[in-house]
C-alpha cells in the first residue's frame, strides 16, 4: 500500500568449496528490498537442485532445506512481480535442459518482447511452465545455437529487448549476465574460497566479501571456485542504468555507478535545498530511503536534521486497504511521528517519490496531527510521469498523480505548505555519470527503446 514504486528482483551466485547455498541465502537476505513475494535457491551437485517457496526469504526457505541443497555452486533469487502474477510457478531459480545438462536462472528485469519470442520458441518446440519473461530468456539460451556459451549469449542478446541481470547456474560454474543498455545493477565480489555475484555490493558485504567491480553492460563474467573471467563482451553504443536504483531502489550500503549510493543520496538533498530553499526548524526524512538525502538538504540549508518519524519495520506485507480510514490506520502501523521533536515546528519532510499520491497525503496528515506548524515536502525524484517497462512495477499512466496534475494541484491534494521536485537536470548532476548514460524514462518519456505504452505485467499469462 505504500506508494514507492515496487522493487524488482534480485540475484545472486556463489562458487566456493563449501556451503554454497547457505552463503547464497545469507546474501540473499541483504537483496530482501529488492523482492518480497517468493525466494529461491538452486545448487548443482552431478544435477541441478531447487528450493522454491512463497513470501520473504524466512518464509520461503527453512534450514532443512539448505542442508538439502548440496553442491559449491549456488544461485539465488527473491522476487517482486515485473512480469506474470505472484504465484509459486514463476518463482525463481527456474531450470530446463541444455542438450545432457541442466542449467538454471536468477532474472532481475523486464524483457519487452518476450511475448513474440515465446512464440518462436514454441514453434522450437519449448515448452513453458511459467507466465513470466524470465523463462523465456532460460529457454532462448538453453535452445541459442553456438558452440559455447559466449556464441550463445552473443545470439540471445542479439534477441532480447530491455532489461535483464542474470545469475546462471552450469555445471562448471555461474555466468553472470547484464544486458547492453545496463539497466539493472549486477556486481562481481571475492570471497574466502570463490566468488559471488550480486545485484548489489551490501550483499557481499553480508557474507564478509570483497566487492571487485560491477559487471560492465553487454558482459558476461564466467566464475568457478578458482577463477573469473570474461567469457563475453557486446558493444554498448547506447547505455541506460536506472536512475531510479540511485534514488531508491538499492540499498545506501551498496555501490552503484562506482559510488555510495548514501553519498549520491545526500547529493540529491543538497541539490534539493539549492532548487527549493524555504525557511523551517528542522528537516525530517521519511524513513528508510529518504533519511540520506535529509542529511544532504540540511547540510547544504543549514536546517537541522532531526529523526522525526519512526517506521516500524516488522509490519511486513499489507493487504489492499479498501477505504480512507483503514488507509490511515495503514500508514500509522508502518510509521510514528516524534511528536515532542515535531509540534509547532516548521519542518521540511524529505521523501524519495510519489508515484499515486495515495499515501503521501496520510503521512502529512499525521505530522499535521502531531503537531507540525508548517509541513514543507521535498521529493528527491522529479515528477514521475511515465510507466517503467524495464523492470519496475511503478504504475499506468492514468494511475501516475504527476501525469494528470500540475505540481499546485498536487500539492493541494496532499495538503502541504509547500511542495518541490528535484529536477532532471538536478538529478543528473547527483549521480556519478553522464546523464546520456541513465535511463529517466519514467520523468521524461525518452526510453530508451521503443516501449509499447500500456504493457500489461500479466501479458504471459
Ligand atoms: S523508466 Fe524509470 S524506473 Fe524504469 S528503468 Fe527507466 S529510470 Fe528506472
Not at 37 to 60: D, H, R
Not at 149 to 162: D, F, S, T, V
Not at 271 to 298: F, K, M, R
Request: charge should be negative.
Amino acid at each position: 500500500m505504500f506508494d514507492s514504486p515496487k522493487e524488482e528482483c534480485g540475484v545472486v551466485g556463489i562458487t566456493t568449496a563449501t556451503d554454497a547455498s547457505r552463503l547464497a541465502f545469507f546474501a540473499l537476505y541483504a537483496l530482501q528490498h529488492r523482492g518480497q513475494e517468493s525466494a529461491g535457491l538452486a545448487t548443482y551437485n552431478g544435477k541441478i537442485n531447487i528450493k522454491t517457496g512463497m513470501g520473504l526469504i524466512s518464509q520461503a526457505l527453512n534450514e532443512p532445506d539448505i542442508e538439502l541443497l548440496e553442491g559449491s555452486y549456488a544461485i539465488g533469487h527473491t522476487r517482486y512481480s515485473t512480469s506474470g502474477s505472484t504465484k509459486i510457478e514463476n518463482a525463481q531459480p527456474i531450470k530446463c535442459l541444455v542438450e545432457t545438462d541442466e542449467i538454471a536462472l536468477s532474472h532481475n528485469g523486464n524483457v519487452i518482447n518476450a511475448k513474440s519470442i515465446r512464440e518462436e520458441l514454441r514453434e522450437w518446440g519449448c515448452e513453458f511452465k511459467s507466465s513470466s519473461d524470465s523463462e523465456v530468456i532460460l529457454q532462448l539460451l538453453a535452445n541459442a545455437p553456438g558452440k559455447d556459451w559466449a556464441e550463445k549469449i552473443n545470439y540471445m542478446m542479439n534477441r532480447l529487448q530491455g532489461a535483464y541481470s542474470l545469475t546462471v547456474l552450469t555445471k562448471d560454474g555461474i555466468i553472470g549476465i547484464r544486458d547492453p543498455l545496463g539497466v539493472r545493477p549486477l556486481c562481481l565480489g571475492k570471497i574466502e574460497d570463490g566468488y559471488i555475484l550480486a545485484s548489489e555490493s551490501c550483499a557481499i558485504d553480508h557474507i564478509g566479501g570483497e566487492f571487485i567491480r560491477e559487471i560492465d553492460p553487454g558482459e558476461a563474467i564466467f566464475i568457478t571456485k578458482d577463477k573469473m573471467k570474461t567469457i563475453f563482451k557486446k558493444e554498448t553504443p547506447k547505455l541506460a542504468n536506472c536512475v531510479f536504483e540511485n534514488i531508491y531502489f538499492a540499498r545506501p550500503d551498496s555501490i552503484l555507478d562506482e559510488q555510495l549510493v548514501y553519498i549520491t543520496r545526500k547529493k540529491m538533498g543538497a541539490q534539493l535545498a539549492i532548487e527549493h530553499p524555504v525557511e523551517a526548524d528542522i528537516v525530517i526524512g521519511v524513513p528508510d530511503s529518504a533519511i540520506a538525502a535529509a542529511v544532504g538538504y540540511s547540510e547544504e540549508s543549514g536546517i537541522p536534521f532531526t529523526e522525526g518519524l519512526v517506521k516500524n519495520r516488522y509490519v511486513g506485507r499489507t493487504f489492499i486497504l479498501p477505504d480512507q480510514r483503514l488507509r490511515e490506520v495503514g500508514v500509522r502501523r508502518k510509521l510514528n511521528p516524534l511528536k515532542e521533536i515535531i509540534k509547532d515546528k516548521s519542518i521540511v519532510v524529505v521523501d524519495d517519490s510519489i508515484v499515486r499520491g495515495t499515501t503521501t497525503p496520510f503521512v502529512v496528515d499525521l505530522l499535521r496531527k502531531a503537531g507540525a506548524k508548517k509541513i514543507h515536502l521535498r521529493i528527491c525524484a522529479p515528477p514521475i510521469k511515465w510507466p517503467c517497462h524495464f523492470g519496475v512495477d511503478m504504475a499506468t499512466r492514468s494511475e501516475l498523480l504527476a501525469a494528470n496534475k500540475s505540481i499546485d494541484e498536487i500539492q493541494n491534494h496532499i495538503k502541504a505548505d509547500s511542495l518541490g521536485y528535484l529536477s532532471v537536470e538536478g538529478l543528473m548532476k547527483t549521480v556519478p555519470k553522464p546523464s546520456n548514460e541513465y535511463c529517466d524514462a519514467c520523468f521524461t518519456g525518452k526510453y530508451p527503446i521503443p516501449v509499447q505504452l500500456e504493457m500489461s505485467k500479466f501479458n504471459l499469462e
